[in-house]
């Protein structure tokens, strides 16, 4: 593994970029100090530029959100969410007799953003009149939050099967406050028996559906940039993809103590059950 101080120094190695959302470009709220900096130099670079995320939303609604925090959405190519693939599935039929669909979402415009085009899925509003569960983000508000639990136990009682399209299970916001995301909710919902359907990192799929559209056949071509070992540098690892870790995002406490660096990601990692990363820094700097 090597700490970088800038990513222009690796930048000619690779044919494409990609890039996590929340934990290295933002955190929800505001981008990152020196993100767009690094973005806009790396744009100037031979390398493509790309997202892939774990956002439930489809990849316009992100793309909207990433120009909101102050980048040029042109500098990527591609821009490619858990959510997104999920909705390919659906409307390619790959997933089967899936018609009515009971949302668990942070708002509920986002499901309905979500479930626009798709004329065979319908959202219903219990899960007691539907055939699956879709879960796509949750509040930060404790209290929206607070009926999930009981309509995940209906979703169980009658076997429902959940589709997470975001798979985290936790993410980053400002001030250093960590939230728990759907992934986690999704891993409760597996053993207590009930049938998951993950969709984003680490699960092969989506690193294949990006890796297509940038037609890069290579797969040590292409730098995957994330804050989760588990999620971004495992994933990455298994499609033969190299990895930057980025240790100010979701990990960021871990690196308050004496501990070097080297250390603390070995410890990380271990933990994560992931491979070390090729690199690591702390922020994005060009």
């Given at each position: ?41 790396l744009a100037e670079t031979p390398a493509r530029l790309a997202i892939l995320s774990n956002s439930g939303k ?229």
């Open positions: 593994m090597r700490e970088l101080t800038g990513l222009g120094a690796i930048a000619g190695a690779f044919d494409a970029i990609v890039f996590d959302q929340w934990g290295v470009l933002h955190n929800g709220t505001q981008r990152y100090r020196s993100a767009r900096e690094t973005i806009s130099a489809r990849s316009q609604p992100n793309r909207a959100r990433i120009a909101a925090m102050g980048f040029r959405i042109d500098d990527f190519s591609v821009v490619m969410t858990s959510g997104e693939a999920l909705w390919q599935d659906c409307q390619s039929g790959r997933l089967g007799p899936i018609h009515r669909l009971f949302p668990i979402c942070a708002k509920e415009s986002d499901a309905f953003q979500w479930v626009e085009g798709l004329e065979a899925v319908e959202l219903v509003s219990s899960p007691a009149e539907a055939d699956g569960i879709l879960l796509m983000g949750l509040a930060d508000d404790a209290d929206v939050n607070s009926g999930i639990r009981s309509n995940l136990d209906q979703g169980l009682a009658r076997a429902l099967p959940l589709f997470c399209s975001n798979p985290d299970k936790a993410s980053p916001r400002a001030n250093g406050v960590v939230v728990s995301s759907p992934g986690a909710l999704a891993e409760t919902y597996a053993k207590a028996g009930g049938v998951v359907h993950f969709y984003g990192k680490p699960y092969p799929a989506v690193f294949e559906a990006l890796q297509r559209e940038l037609g890069i056949d290579d797969p040590s071509r292409i730098l995957m940039v994330g804050d989760s070992l588990e999620h971004d540098i495992a994933g990455a690892a298994a499609k033969g993809w190299k990895s930057l870790f980025i240790r100010g995002g979701l990990h960021a406490a871990a690196f308050s103590s004496e501990l070097e660096i080297a250390s603390s990601v070995e410890c990380l990692s271990r933990e994560a059950r992931s491979p070390l990363p090729d690199y690591t820094m702390e922020f994005l700097c060009p």
